[in-house]
């Protein structure tokens, strides 16, 4: 018998939400609006492109940063996006997607003892990454309904330790968008103690009505110290393709890279050259995007207008929350599991996202599905 013993590194980690709602929605047969994932498939001109460049031999190693096509369509998305120049060699470098790009930008950034303050409901790979570079999480929570942040907290929870903030927007789950104000009093706070930043923007062509997307790399004196992640699975319904990127100045990006070669070293290369090939040619995807999803969020709100859930508001994202205190009084994670076993819908309970759950009972909800799967959902959430 063998007596190895391992000490874990993250000994209260367990399963994901996502890996164990997915797997009950599929064990009960259940609709399966809990995973962030698109039902529908990615952009025909994307999928051709893929076979085509594998077909002709493009299967080796990409060079570490990126194709630098890739970089150069990048760098032109950005300035039509936000009206900036950024050299793309120098700046921005592609990843295995945004997930290894946040965990890239947390281990580039923290030293033990080190301490980050994210915002409560926060996703989920945020805290692990910190506490895998021995620093730690400073959590302050948002609550629902507003999921507004605190700023004066914030600024009470800055200590000679702190070394970043982690920014998400629009944000996952509350599907909230920062606006103007909050970015004020960021630039505030992280020039008066000499901060950085990480700003989780991989939603930022989706937001809805006269709500726009406020990007890190529209600010000057905030890219200057900041780490912007995207994702390319987000944007062209590709989430399995695991393709992102990070926009961060020359200083940062140097470091920045250093951990990324060691990670993934480089990314899938015939995705590069087919990404490529669709910002450049298909530029009006990511312009349609924000309505194509709004019809989706329309739908599913219309759809469950008449049932007792209170709609919370989605401003970007695809997602939406629902409060469920005048139907249950279960805890969520329990109303989540009855959902699935007893009403045949997946969704995720909003308190997994804490590190003190409010005891608020929201549930998150994904709407990236075709219409009639959002319908047919919404009548039996309905009839609750």
């Given at each position: 018998m063998s007596t190895l013993e391992l000490s874990s590194k993250l000994p209260n980690l367990g399963t994901s939400i996502f890996t164990y709602m997915t797997g009950l929605a599929n064990q009960y047969n259940a609709i399966n609006l809990s995973q962030g994932f698109p039902e529908f498939d990615a952009p025909k001109r994307l999928k051709q492109g893929l076979a085509k460049y594998c077909d002709q031999g493009f299967n080796?190693?990409?060079?570490?940063?990126?194709?630098a096509p890739l970089?150069?369509?990048?760098a032109s998305l950005i300035g039509r996006q936000y009206g900036i120049d950024v050299n793309p060699n120098d700046t921005i470098t592609v990843t295995s997607g945004a997930t290894e790009a946040l965990f890239v930008s947390?281990?580039?950034?923290?030293?033990?003892?080190?301490?980050?303050?994210?915002?409560?409901?926060?996703?989920?790979?945020?805290?692990?990454?910190?506490?895998?570079?021995g620093g730690r999480a400073v959590h302050i929570a948002m609550q629902a309904p507003d999921y507004a942040i605190n700023w004066q907290q914030v600024a009470e929870a800055i200590t000679d330790k702190t070394r970043g903030i982690i920014i998400n927007t629009p944000h996952n789950p509350s599907a909230k968008t920062l606006k103007q104000a909050d970015f004020d009093e960021l630039k505030t706070l992280v020039?008066?103690?000499?901060?950085?930043?990480?700003?989780?923007?991989?939603?930022?062509?989706?937001?809805?009505?006269?709500?726009?997307?406020?990007?890190?790399?529209?600010?000057?004196?905030?890219?200057?110290?900041?780490?912007?992640?995207?994702?390319?699975?987000?944007?062209?319904?590709?989430?399995?393709?695991k393709m992102g990127y990070c926009v961060a100045p020359r200083m940062l990006t140097q470091e920045f890279r250093k951990i990324h070669q060691y990670v993934t070293f480089?990314?899938?290369?015939?995705?590069?050259?087919?990404?490529?090939?669709?910002?450049?040619?298909?530029?009006?995807?990511?312009?349609?995007l924000a309505p194509f999803y709004q019809h989706k969020r329309d739908v599913l709100v219309n759809?469950?207008?008449?049932?007792?859930?209170?709609?919370?508001p989605s401003e970007g994202t695809y997602f939406l929350l629902l409060d469920y205190s005048e139907i249950s009084e279960?805890?969520?994670?329990?109303?989540?599991?009855?959902?699935?076993k007893e009403v045949g819908v997946a969704a995720i309970p909003l308190s997994v996202f804490y590190q003190t759950a409010p005891g608020d009972r929201v549930i998150r909800l994904c709407f990236a599905k075709?219409?009639?799967?959002?319908?047919?959902?919404?009548?039996?959430?309905?009839?609750?």
């Open positions: 080796q190693y990409a060079p570490s940063s990126g194709l970089q150069t369509q990048i947390i281990q580039a950034i923290t030293h033990p003892g080190d301490e980050i303050i994210i915002f409560d409901p926060a996703y989920d790979s945020y805290k692990p990454a910190i506490e895998l570079a020039l008066k103690h000499d901060l950085l930043i990480i700003s989780d923007e991989v939603y930022e062509h989706i937001t809805f009505g006269n709500t726009p997307h406020i990007s890190v790399l529209g600010d000057a004196e905030l890219f200057a110290r900041a780490f912007v992640i995207s994702s390319f699975g987000k944007t062209f319904h590709c989430t399995g393709w480089s990314s899938f290369t015939p995705a590069q050259l087919a990404l490529t090939d669709m910002l450049a040619e298909e530029p009006e995807h990511i312009t349609a759809a469950l207008q008449n049932s007792r859930f209170t709609i919370l279960l805890d969520d994670m329990s109303f989540c599991e009855y959902l699935v075709e219409d009639k799967t959002l319908q047919q959902a919404a009548e039996k959430l309905s009839a609750l």
